[in-house]
T-cell receptor, first 111, second 112 residues
Framework: NAGVTQTPKFRVLKTGQSMTLLCAQD?????MYWYRQDPGMGLRLIHY???????AKGEVPDGYNVSRLKKQNFLLGLESAAPSQTSVYFC??????????FGQGTRLTVV | GDSVTQMEGPVTLSEEAFLTINCTYT??????LFWYVQYPGEGLQLLLK?????DKGSNKGFEATYRKETTSFHLEKGSVQVSDSAVYFC???????????FGKGTRLSVIA
């Protein structure tokens, strides 16, 4: 049972480039989340999804888009990367009120 | 909105010392409360949780009690080990389909 898998694990982008982060879970969870982790800021919610085909904005959604076309996948897109988006990105999933399972993280650097 | 405040770190302790990491919250209704731990280079994993007032969550020697009257969920461990060195996050969820809200994290370093 793989749990929550994020790809890629590391990436360096140039300002203005685009990329997509993939989160995949094999636990049949309804809810999926994207957070970013920055020093001294804890985890801040970017976007989340309460089911296939639905998405909602979190605390810091600007500059990001998401899609949940399949229940098991939650994609996070950066259309035009900026240095302020340098961060560690975590995906998580839950089934109702159970514990959240996290991926290993994606370390993104925008230069 | 809902929020979580936890003590700022870093916290440095000697092995076998007593640990307390304070956490207080602001929320409407009756949230569930969690402590997550992040070891170096890894994602977060659940350490313990409590879903109603006066519940005590415990795991791996760590404990935390849901105190509604003080809106607190302090993490404690009687005797820390070097292997407990990590970042600890307090979090809440207000209902089953709402996202977790995290505190800023507290980095713990335990020295031998």
């Amino acid at each position: 049972n793989a749990g929550v898998t994020q790809t890629p694990k590391f990436r360096v982008l140039k300002t203005g480039q685009s990329m997509t982060l993939l989160c995949a879970q094999d636990m049949n969870h309804e809810y999926m989340y994207w957070y970013r982790q920055d020093p001294g800021m804890g985890l801040r919610l970017i976007h989340y999804s309460v089911g296939e085909g639905t998405t909602a904005k979190g605390e810091v959604p600007d500059g990001y888009n998401v899609s949940r076309l399949k229940k098991q996948n939650f994609l996070l897109g950066l259309e035009s990367a900026a240095p302020s988006q340098t961060s560690v990105y975590f995906c998580a999933s839950t089934l109702g009120d159970t514990e959240a399972f996290f991926g290993q993280g994606t370390r993104l650097t925008v230069v | 909105g809902d929020s979580v405040t936890q003590m700022e770190g870093p916290v440095t302790l000697s092995e076998e010392a007593f640990l307390t990491i304070n956490c207080t919250y602001t929320a409407t209704g009756y949230p569930s409360l969690f402590w997550y731990v992040q070891y170096p280079g890894e994602g977060l994993q659940l350490l313990l949780k409590a879903t109603k007032a006066d519940d005590k969550g415990s795991n791996k020697g760590f404990e935390a009690t849901y105190r509604k009257e003080t809106t607190s969920f302090h993490l404690e461990k009687g005797s820390v080990q070097v292997s407990d060195s990590a970042v600890y996050f307090c979090a809440l969820r207000n209902s089953g389909n709402t996202p977790l809200v995290f505190g800023k994290g507290t980095r713990l370093s335990v020295i031998a």
